[in-house]
């Protein structure tokens, strides 16, 4: 486990500032327990500084995982976001889109939001931009991109998609029916 590099720490927070904005800086700030990023076997880590003082002590080797997994670099060296990271991406995030009941289980299959789906979503999105969905209860569900400005959301068909899909909890549930473990 070892502090980020200069063009890793840019990769990670690059990304990071798509979903969280000018929150960005409340992440590692936080005043009740400091967290720091750790990168280990390319996976991105978001551990409190009193868990790595601990883990200071297990061999590299040794050491499978610490923290939450924010993330993982490819062998092209770019970061991608794991759905792991939602714990950490929620209270922070500026953009939040909010599904109506029928439109749930479709996101959690893996597809992307249509418009006809959307509840609510906060104002002032640009296309690209990066957003947390939830249920209208409040529950993350997991998080996506935009696809088109919040201006233009109104003017949209209801089949219109809106959010692109990047991960969802229900990704656990599909990896998991392929994975070697099930054939057992």
Not at 64 to 69: D, E
Not at 89 to 96: R, S
Not at 103 to 127: I, P, R
Request: proline letters at 4%; a positive charge; one cysteine or more.
């Amino acid at each position: 486990m070892r502090p980020l590099t200069e063009e890793e720490n840019r990769a990670v927070f690059d990304k990071l500032a798509k979903f969280l904005g000018v929150h960005l800086k409340l992440l590692l700030s936080r005043t009740d327990i400091p967290h720091v990023l750790r990168l280990h076997r390319e996976r991105v880590y978001y551990v409190s500084e009193l868990v790595l003082r601990k883990a200071s002590n297990v061999a590299r080797e040794r050491l499978a995982a610490l923290g939450t997994c924010v993330g993982k670099f490819t062998h092209a060296r770019k970061f991608h976001l794991s759905i792991t990271a939602l714990d950490v991406l929620a209270p922070y995030a500026v953009g939040k889109v909010w599904l109506k009941p029928s439109a749930e289980m479709s996101f959690l299959y893996g597809n992307h939001v249509l418009k006809a789906g959307v509840g609510k979503v906060t104002e002032g999105m640009a296309g690209g931009d990066g957003v947390v969905v939830y249920t209208m209860a409040g529950v993350p569900l997991g998080f996506g991109l935009t696809a088109r400005a919040g201006a233009e959301w109104r003017k949209a068909a209801p089949t219109d998609i809106v959010v692109l899909n990047q991960a969802d909890v229900g990704g656990y549930l599909r990896d998991e029916a392929s994975s070697p473990a099930s054939a057992l």
